[in-house]
C-alpha cells in the first residue's frame, strides 16, 4: 500500500497533528471547557494571559491653540463642526476629571474608615488584655493565699471548703473567658 497523506502533514515531516473536528460552543461553559481541553493538550506551552486594558484618558489640551475661534463674520460652514469637536472632547475632559476626583474621595475615605477600624480594634485588644491580666494577677494572689493558708493550718479541715471555693472561682473564670472569645470585630461598616 501506498503511503497516505493528510491535509496536515507537510513533506518531510510525520503526521503529529490529527485533524480535529470543528466543534462550536453552545454555552458559556462549554466555550470555557474546549479552552481549558486546548491548554491542556500541551501544558509545556505557555498560557496567554492578556494584559490589563490602560484606562481611557482624555487627550490633555493644546499647549498654544493656533486656530483660535473668533466672533467675526465670515466663518465657513466647516468652522462649526471643528468647534463642536472641541467642545466635545472639553466636555469629555472634564467628566474624566470630575469622575476621577471622586474616585480618590472615595478610595481616601476608605483608607480614613479602614485606620478608624484598626484604631478602634486596638482599643478593644488592650482593653481585653488588661481585663485577663487583672484576672490572671487575681488569680495569683488567691493561689498564694490559699498556700499561706494551708501552710497556716496544716491538718485542719477547713481546706476542704477552700477547695470548693477555689472550684467555684475556676468555672466563673472559665465563664468569662467564654464571654472575652467574641467574633472578630474587624470588620468594616460596624460601629
Excluded: C
Excluded at 497523506?5 to 507537510?10: D, L, M, S, V
Excluded at 487627550?59 to 486656530?67: G, N, Q, T
Excluded at 468647534?83 to 481616601?108: C, I, N, P, S, T
Excluded at 494572689?141 to 467555684?168: I, P, Q, T, V, Y
Amino acid at each position: 500500500m501506498a503511503a497516505q497523506t493528510h491535509k496536515n502533514n507537510k513533506p518531510g515531516k510525520s503526521g503529529g497533528k490529527e485533524a480535529q473536528p470543528l466543534i462550536l460552543p453552545k454555552t458559556p461553559a462549554e466555550e470555557q471547557r474546549l479552552k481549558l481541553e486546548r491548554l491542556m493538550r500541551n501544558p509545556d506551552k505557555v498560557a496567554p494571559i492578556p494584559e490589563r486594558q490602560k484606562e481611557w484618558a482624555p487627550r490633555a489640551p493644546p499647549e498654544f491653540v493656533r486656530d483660535v475661534m473668533g466672533s467675526s463674520a465670515g466663518a465657513g460652514s466647516g468652522e462649526f463642526h471643528v468647534y463642536r469637536h472641541l467642545r466635545r472632547r472639553e466636555y469629555q475632559r472634564q467628566d474624566f476629571l470630575d469622575k476621577m476626583a471622586a474616585k480618590q474621595g472615595k478610595d481616601v475615605d476608605y483608607l480614613k474608615k479602614v485606620e478608624q477600624n484598626q484604631v478602634e480594634a486596638e482599643e478593644r485588644t488592650a482593653k481585653r488584655r488588661k481585663k485577663r491580666e487583672k484576672l490572671k494577677l487575681k488569680k495569683l494572689l488567691a493561689k498564694k493565699a490559699k498556700m499561706e493558708g494551708k501552710e497556716k493550718n496544716d491538718g485542719d479541715e477547713d481546706s476542704d471548703s477552700s477547695g470548693e471555693e477555689e472550684r467555684k472561682e475556676e468555672s466563673g473564670e472559665e465563664e468569662q473567658k467564654e464571654d472575652d472569645a467574641e467574633t472578630p470585630s474587624f470588620i468594616m461598616g460596624r460601629k
